[in-house]
Structures are given as structure tokens and as C-alpha cells.
């Protein structure tokens, strides 16, 4: 199973999903997957077609939004576009976290709460804080 964190009531991050993880993501409650991961970043990694298959096998909407380094304007608009449950995933769950970051702070959310957030879920963005203080004055 994969280490599913819990940053906010309806959104959380993972590191790579198995496709085991899709059914276990439904039962947990989670109607929607983004997936941040690049295909072929690792050889051990599901495509996005084989985890969009298995995302939608077990009704889950799903979206690829791929990215390195800074998060894409599709991978924030991915992270905020869910009205469910979101599970976001990509190699150890830190770019997704920044992506909602990103969307969050855009969204007006405070670069406090955000941060705090992330940190409770096991991931540190506290050098992103000026960054998404800009993003919420935006």
C-alpha cells in the first residue's frame, strides 16, 4: 500500500501508486487522481495510461499533469480542479504537495497555513514561504 499522507480533508499526496493502490485509494474515500510523474522517470513506474486504466477501473476520474522542478500551470490548476477527495502522486509525494501549495496560495489560502499543512503530512515547503506569500497577492 502506498504511504498515503493526508495534507488538508481532501487533498493528499503519495510517492509512486501500484495498481493495487487505485482500489484502496476509492475505498479510502478519494474520487480523484493526479498523477505528477513524467512517464519513463523510472523503468519500475505504471505509464499514465496504465494508471489512468487503473484509476477508472475502480471510478476514479484521473488527470496526468507531469512535471520537474517548479510545478507546471497545469499541474496547479490539476491539484485545485477536483470538487472530491484528491490523491496526488509523484515520486516521493514533494512535487504534488507543491502543486497544491502553488493552487492553495493562488486560491488566497495563508503561506502559514500551507506550509504548516505540508509539514504535518511530512513534507518541508518553509523556503517556499516568500514565494507563496507572492503567489497570494496575487
Request: hydrophobic share 45%; glycine share 8%; aromatic share 8%.
Amino acid at each position: 500500500m502506498a504511504d498515503i499522507r493526508e495534507v488538508t480533508e481532501q487533498f493528499a499526496v503519495a510517492p509512486q501508486l501500484l495498481p493495487e493502490d487505485f482500489a484502496e485509494a476509492a475505498a479510502r474515500g478519494y474520487t480523484h487522481i493526479v498523477n505528477n510523474r513524467p512517464d519513463g522517470e523510472a523503468p519500475d513506474q505504471l505509464n499514465s495510461a496504465e494508471a489512468e486504466a487503473a484509476a477508472k477501473a475502480v471510478g476514479l476520474t484521473y488527470v496526468h499533469a507531469p512535471f520537474a522542478g517548479q510545478p507546471t500551470a497545469a499541474a496547479v490548476k490539476a491539484a485545485m480542479q477536483s470538487k472530491g477527495k484528491t490523491l496526488a502522486y509523484c515520486r516521493s509525494g514533494t512535487r504534488s504537495v507543491t502543486a497544491w501549495a502553488y493552487a492553495e496560495a493562488s486560491d488566497g489560502g495563508s503561506a502559514e497555513y500551507i506550509v504548516d499543512a505540508a509539514e504535518n503530512a511530512g513534507y518541508n515547503l518553509r523556503p517556499l514561504v516568500g514565494l507563496l506569500r507572492q503567489l497570494g497577492a496575487k
